[in-house]
Structure formats: C-alpha cells, structure tokens
C-alpha cells in the first residue's frame, strides 16, 4: 500500500538552492522536527512515489553541512525513476539526483527524471519509461568523470531497449551538475533540445 507522510511533518516552503516554493511544494517537501523522526530533522524530505503514486521511500538532504548529506528511508529501498512525468516530443530527460531534476522541473524542464544515483539505472526502470511513451532519453548525468562514464553506459542500456538515447554535457560551463543550472543557461539547454 506504500508509505504515508510522517505525522506532524511541516511543508517546507524556502527557496533553498534557488529553486522555487512552488517546486518545493508540487513536490510536497517537507521538514520535520518531531519526536521519534531523527532521520527528517534538519533536512528537505521528498516522498518518492512510484509510477502508480504510492511512496515507496523517503530522500532527505541535510540543510547544514551534516552527515550524511543524503539520507534515504527506510534503507534498501529501490527506487524507481522519479517522477512520473509526461514525455516531450516523446523525450524524457534523465539525469542524477533529485535537485537536479528540481531545478530543470523549475525553470520549465518538466520533462525531467532523477535516477538517484547512476548505479541505480537498469533495464527494468528504461522499459517502464517506454510503457509510458518514452522514445528519447536525453542523458544530462554530472561532469565528473563517473558520471560520463555511466552517460555511455546507460546510453548502452537505452539503445538495448529500442530507445533512441544522446548524452547531453556540460562541458565549459561553469556548473558541475544540473542543478546547478541558472535559469538562463537552462533556456539554452531547452532552446538546444526543442528548437
């Protein structure tokens, strides 16, 4: 039946990382400071749902320089592709983590889908896009050398499936990820992708 929001959990309503409350709030993050819920304090928490909206984990990120700085709950939990979302063109655009696809879903990208880690793609969580109408898959993953390396791989896995897969990077840019994407850079992405 999935997972419920914790009692007595406060939407969180910042700005934190430049994206906006009204992200933050269409993905109901939250904070938590409750007795008994150690794992939410100090921290935005997501409800990570799978494709038929129950919420199967929790992701949290420290809101300070605490460790860990990601905490997932319950533990060993896999995660699908998240969020469920309307393919463009029939594209999807995949990259790392969840404030990655926060900041692309903010500036106007919500085409977008976080893997949560480049070593939790597989198969299964591709042919589940293709069901949806998913035909393209940009792959726009971090621009360290781990996360090139897992663009090629998962573009492999894209292609073994039927789905037409490019690998989008960084390059000169000065941001590491792409979630640190500015607006304007994001317009240029978008303008590159659909014209």
Do not use: W
Not at 38 to 48: A, D, G, L, T
Not at 98 to 126: A, Q, S
Not at 134 to 153: M, P, R, S
């Amino acid at each position: 039946v999935g997972l419920t929001m914790p009692i007595g959990y406060m939407p969180y309503i910042g700005d934190d990382r430049g994206i906006s409350p009204r992200t933050y709030k269409k993905f109901e993050a939250f904070q938590h400071a409750g007795e008994g819920f150690k794992e939410f304090e100090n921290r935005i928490n997501f409800p990570i749902k799978d494709i038929s909206g129950k919420i199967v984990a929790f992701q949290g990120r420290h809101t300070g320089g605490g460790v860990p700085k990601y905490l997932f709950t319950p533990r060993g939990v896999s995660f699908p592709l998240f969020p469920k979302v309307t393919p463009r063109r029939g594209e999807v655009i995949l990259v790392e983590g969840i404030f990655d696809m926060l900041n692309l879903h903010d500036k106007g990208l919500e085409n977008t889908v976080c893997c949560f880690g480049t070593n939790n793609v597989n198969e299964d969580k591709l042919a589940i896009l293709r069901m949806q109408g998913v035909t393209h898959i940009t792959i726009l993953f971090d621009k360290d050398e781990a996360g090139q390396k897992a663009a090629v791989t998962t573009k492999s896995l894209c292609e073994k499936l039927g789905l037409v897969a490019r690998i989008i990077e960084l390059g000169t840019i000065k941001a590491s990820d792409p979630g640190d994407l500015n607006e304007e850079q994001i317009r240029k992405l978008e303008k590159k992708l659909y014209g």
